[in-house]
């Protein structure tokens, strides 16, 4: 079946640091990629919709700066969190659509804590 | 923006238990689907049902399209099906909107 694997699962990083969340889609092409964020005990929030060779539309609210999005090839997706801070200690979630079957793949899940 | 929400938020069951899990939705939905999310964040497609019903084991869904009604049904519970279990709409845009959840503890 479809697998999608993002890394690194968890990562701990200090204040005012970049962190960078790897998407990979391993058996199938996806030129649209999400990314979700969820805080504990919530549910998924989808923060942008990633495009394939082109800029990703981020939802209202999300600040395109702060959590850079590329998405070179049809099956890498990379989120970027600049200059984090202790308020962007969350799970990140990535999820791959397929381009034949339009189905929706999801990765394990980041683990960030921003110290 | 579509709602979707989902009842209840909190389920306790003993194990062999049956029970069933609702999701509302606001707006016309071209997919509908089912998530089970495990106490370690992976996301485990359960069902795709934009309409009609399907059964899969102990599971099965049924989705009510023209009443925006969605519901789950676990027979016959196991530990291994604690977890929070999430309904995600698509719109026609793409995007899969996730309703806010039903967190499950089956207890021995």
């Known amino acids: 079946g479809a697998v999608v694997s993002q890394h690194p699962s968890r990562v701990i990083c200090k204040s005012g640091t970049s962190v960078k969340i790897e998407c990979r889609s391993l058996d199938f092409q996806a030129t649209t990629m999400f990314w979700y964020r969820q805080f504990p005990k919530q549910s998924l929030m989808l923060m942008a919709t990633?495009?394939?060779?082109?800029?990703?539309?981020?939802e209202q609210g999300v600040e395109k700066d702060k959590f850079l999005i590329n998405h070179a090839s049809l099956t890498l997706s990379t989120l970027t969190v600049t200059s984090a801070h202790p308020e962007d200690s969350s799970f990140y979630i990535c999820?791959?659509?397929?381009?034949?079957?339009?189905?929706?793949?999801f990765g394990s899940g980041t683990r960030l804590t921003v110290v | 923006g579509i709602q979707v929400e989902q009842s209840p938020p909190d389920l306790i069951l003993q194990e062999g238990a049956n029970s069933t899990l609702r999701c509302n939705f606001s707006?016309?939905?071209?997919?509908l689907q089912w998530f089970h999310q495990n106490p370690w964040g992976q996301l485990i497609n359960l069902f795709y049902i934009p309409s009609g019903t399907k059964q899969n084991g102990r599971l099965s869904a049924t989705t009510v399209a023209t009443e925006r009604y969605s519901l789950l049904y676990i027979s016959s519970s196991q530990t291994t099906d604690s977890g929070v279990y999430f309904c995600?709409?698509?719109?026609?845009?793409?995007?899969?909107?996730f309703g806010t959840g039903t967190r499950l503890l089956v207890s021995p």
């Open positions: 707006d016309s939905v071209n997919n």
């Open positions: 995600a709409l698509n719109t026609g845009f793409q995007k899969l909107v």
């Open positions: 999820s791959a659509r397929d381009d034949d079957s339009y189905g929706y793949t």
């Open positions: 990633s495009n394939e060779g082109s800029k990703a539309t981020y």
